[in-house]
């Protein structure tokens, strides 16, 4: 049996969160119930007519924090129970995301709730004592938590049973097993002089898929070499690596 996958986004802007969500994979995943989001409204969860969310820094110094009550509440009424829920607040501070991180999250068997910051901070009470994670896309400053959320729940929700049309794609490239992918061609095989590589006309799939692995390493030692540092080569992998390495030298 299928579980759907839950996922909760609390932001100020649920527009935002919805378009996007409202295209593509995603929306054939959710119209086929195997992920499901509740977006809520963070205003909804302020106690004042104004429904205000921030307000001025204790201590003075430029810029708005978000207020901690509006998070508590909206939590509190949609998730109740605590052990049902990982509550993962997007900021810079957090621990960065990365392929393995999407794959525990898709293995996780709460409901993943985002919390969307926007302005330059969060009330200190909320990464206290309501977030179970704190996760940052990148060190770069967004000017909030929303594509951040959105990224995870894109990566996260690929690496399910049925997202993707075909099973394999999912972990058969970059970053799933640790290299870079190696290049890609399709239809002419001759465009504006630009032809395709011999051996994949070839029909040898043995020879295509040798030239594929070379191709990933060689591209991994060239752009990301720090990447071959974690992963390890099988013999087949250490001796192509060799003749790359005497190749370039
Ligand atoms: N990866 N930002 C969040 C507001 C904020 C500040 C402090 C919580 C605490 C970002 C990133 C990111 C900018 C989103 C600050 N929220 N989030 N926002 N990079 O830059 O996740």
């Known amino acids: 049996m299928i579980m759907r996958k839950k996922f909760g986004i609390v932001t100020i802007f649920p527009d935002m969160v919805r ?3 409202g295209c593509s994979i995603l929306k054939r995943a959710i119209e086929n119930n195997l992920i499901a989001v509740a977006i809520h409204n963070l205003r909804d969860y302020s106690t004042d007519k104004h429904r ?3 307000d001025y820094p204790y201590g003075g110094g430029p810029g708005m924090v978000m207020k901690p009550e509006p998070f508590f509440r909206s939590v509190e009424d949609q998730w109740p129970i605590r052990e049902n829920r990982r509550v993962i607040m997007l900021s810079p501070r957090g621990r960065v995301f990365s392929q393995e991180i999407a794959r525990e999250l898709s293995r996780e ?9 926007r302005y330059e901070a969060i009330d200190e009470r909320v990464r206290e004592h309501l977030i179970d994670d704190e996760i940052s896309i990148g060190d ?10 959105l990224v995870i729940i894109d990566a996260v929700s690929r690496l399910l049973p049925d997202v993707l049309g075909d099973s394999r794609s999912a972990e058969d490239e970059s970053f799933s097993y640790g290299l870079l992918d190696y290049p890609h061609y399709t239809r002419p095989e001759m465009f504006r002089g630009m032809g395709v590589p011999n051996v994949l006309l070839s029909g040898n799939h043995e020879e295509i898929r040798k030239w594929r692995k070379r ?10 070499p720090e990447l071959l540092a974690i992963y390890a080569l099988s013999d087949e992998e250490k001796l192509l690596m060799e003749q790359i390495k005497e190749e370039t030298s």
């Open 52 to 54: 205000t969310v921030d």
């Open 140 to 149: 770069y400053v967004l000017t909030g938590g929303e594509l951040p959320a």
């Open 109 to 117: 068997k709460r409901e993943l709730i985002f919390l969307c910051g």
């Open 215 to 224: 191709q990933s390493l060689k591209a991994t030692l060239q752009k990301r």
């Open 19 to 21: 378009a996007y969500l």
